[in-house]
């Protein structure tokens, strides 16, 4: 059933959002050169991208093969020549790993994926203990349905908060906060609640707030170092998968030992907790200089 909610997932997702045929953003300006739009977007924090107008950038697929070609030709490499190519500069390292936002990212993005992979492994067996004679493709199943249109919300939020003229740090913060606060204060019901339905409504809220990270912190390394993104962004998907192997044996080891659930629930808030107050306090989405 799970594979079947993906399927029509990315169903939907073609039909409504693929097939409109959106420009990129990052074509929005040649366009306005070639193609009358009317506006030529809207410029985002201290970088110069733009959102491109979304009542004048639905094109047919004549108008778009035509951007395109003009783009290709634009961009061509017969065009470039010695002096005017400027490779990007390297990535400064060493200014890298003295900023503090740089491991305020890392740390965030580390304590959300602990909550993630802690739920995502061991869910089932917290049903199956508490709730014995509950159905397991409910609650294996029903938590996991609200992340997608979560993870489609906080990108609408985070979108218009920008357009409206909020920092993209303040964005940041805020989306990480849903994240990190909302999931650890839900986790932290776990701990008392005695009621199926209500245990299976905070697991289900717990991951909503998890969706949110998509809008959060996972897009920073993109805010700190635009033209490194990528690099940023694989030291943090390498740092975020840790708690995938040490934070579920862990886990397991508590369990063992104490028996107890609410002690992994506590232990898991509490590094959500830290993340938080970390991120809170040093990140920032402004670009490394």
Not at 11 to 21: E, I
Not at 47 to 58: A, G, K, V
Not at 90 to 118: C, E, G, T
Not at 154 to 162: C, F, K, P, T, V
């Amino acid at each position: 059933m799970i594979g079947c909610a993906f399927g029509l997932w990315a169903l939907a997702t073609y039909t409504f959002m693929v097939r409109g045929r959106r420009i990129p953003c990052n074509l929005v300006p040649l366009l306005d050169r070639f193609v009358t739009t009317g506006s030529k977007g809207i410029p985002l924090g201290n970088n110069h991208s733009f959102i491109p107008d979304p009542e004048n950038t639905l094109l047919d697929d004549k108008k778009v093969i035509e951007v395109h070609d003009i783009f290709i030709k634009q961009s061509s490499p017969a065009r470039l020549t010695a002096s005017s190519y400027k490779p990007p500069r390297p990535l400064a390292w060493d200014l890298l790993l003295r900023h503090p936002p740089f491991w305020a990212m890392l740390l965030a993005n580390f304590a959300h994926n602990n909550s993630f992979y802690i739920i995502l492994n061991w869910c089932p067996s917290y049903f199956h203990d508490n709730y014995p004679d509950a159905r397991s493709w409910v609650f294996n199943m029903v938590p996991w349905l609200i992340i997608f249109p979560c993870v489609l919300l906080s990108g609408l939020i985070a979108d218009h908060w920008i357009v409206q003229g909020v920092s993209v740090t303040l964005v940041r913060k805020t989306i990480n906060s849903v994240v990190l606060l909302g999931s650890a204060l839900f986790l932290l019901l776990l701990c008392v609640l005695d009621n199926y339905y209500a245990a299976l409504t905070c697991m289900a809220l717990a991951l909503a707030c998890l969706g949110f990270h998509s809008s959060g912190v996972l897009l920073n390394p993109q805010d700190i170092a635009p033209t490194h993104s990528g690099q940023l962004y694989g030291v943090m998907a390498t740092v975020g998968t840790l708690p995938g192997f040490t934070g579920v044996y862990f886990t397991g080891y508590l369990l063992e030992a104490t028996h107890q659930w609410s002690t992994v629930f506590l232990l898991t808030a509490l590094v959500s907790l830290v993340g938080w107050l970390v991120y809170t306090r040093y990140g920032s989405s402004d670009p490394l200089k």
